[in-house]
């Protein structure tokens, strides 16, 4: 049974491009976060998605947006690059029965 | 807010020593707590939770228990192993199944 994945392992971008990141559920999973974490700090929660639509929100920018597809995997979009979005992005799946958040690796954003 | 707060790292010990690392909350209803560790370069792993007052959440030999009165989960283990080198992270979660609220870490190092 394939965990949470993510894609891609780590990026490269300069100011003002976009990024999109994507991932896959763990199997049964129906429900994904996306997580920012900086160098030495905890992940911040940046939204949550179910049933293709935006169920919570953390306290992120427009720039920062999302989907969900009918398989229930997930794209982070990331429009007007700052330097400070260099993070790590970990996505986390769970189901609405279950609760409990399995996270994936990780993409490692660099802005340059 | 609601928000986590936990001891500051690095904490370096001996292998076969005891660990406690400290965590507290603040939260405006009752959440569940959780314990999660990553590895170098990898995501984050649930290690343990704690869904109401007094539960203890344990695994590995890690143990944490739910004070309420304290608005605590602390996390001990009696001997610790090289291989429990790792940040370990202190989250609750007001929403079930919602948005995970992250301290900023803890770094523990295990040396022989």
């Known amino acids: 049974d394939a965990g949470v994945t993510q894609s891609p392992t780590h990026l490269i971008k300069t100011r003002g491009q976009q990024v999109t990141l994507r991932c896959s559920p763990k199997?049964?999973?129906?429900?994904v976060s996306w997580y920012q974490q900086a160098l030495g700090q905890g992940p911040q929660f940046i939204f949550q998605?179910?049933?293709?639509?935006?169920?919570q929100r953390g306290n992120f920018p427009d720039r920062f947006s999302g989907h969900q597809f009918p398989n229930y995997s997930s794209e982070l979009n990331v429009n007007a690059l700052l330097l400070g979005d260099s993070a790590l992005y970990l996505c986390?799946?769970?189901?609405?029965?279950?609760?409990?958040?399995?996270f994936g690796p990780g993409t490692r954003l660099t802005v340059l | 807010g609601d928000s986590v707060t936990q001891m500051e790292g690095p904490v370096t010990l001996s292998e076969e020593a005891c660990l406690t690392i400290?965590?507290?909350?603040?939260?405006?209803?009752?959440?569940?707590l959780f314990w999660y560790v990553q590895y170098p370069g990898e995501g984050l792993q649930l290690l343990l939770k704690?869904?109401?007052?007094?539960d203890k959440g344990s695994n590995k030999g890690f143990e944490a228990t739910y004070r309420k009165e304290t608005t605590s989960f602390h996390l001990e283990k009696g001997s610790v192993q090289v291989s429990d080198s790792a940040v370990y992270f202190c989250?609750?979660?007001?929403?079930?199944?919602?948005?995970?609220?992250f301290g900023q870490g803890t770094e523990l190092s295990v040396k022989p």
């Open positions: 989250a609750q979660d007001y929403n079930q199944g919602g948005k995970l609220i």
């Open positions: 986390a799946s769970s189901s609405l029965q279950l609760k409990e958040q399995f």
């Open positions: 704690a869904t109401k007052a007094d």
């Open positions: 998605y179910y049933e293709e639509e935006e169920r």
């Open positions: 400290n965590c507290t909350y603040t939260a405006t209803g009752y959440p569940s």
């Open positions: 199997s049964g999973h129906d429900t």
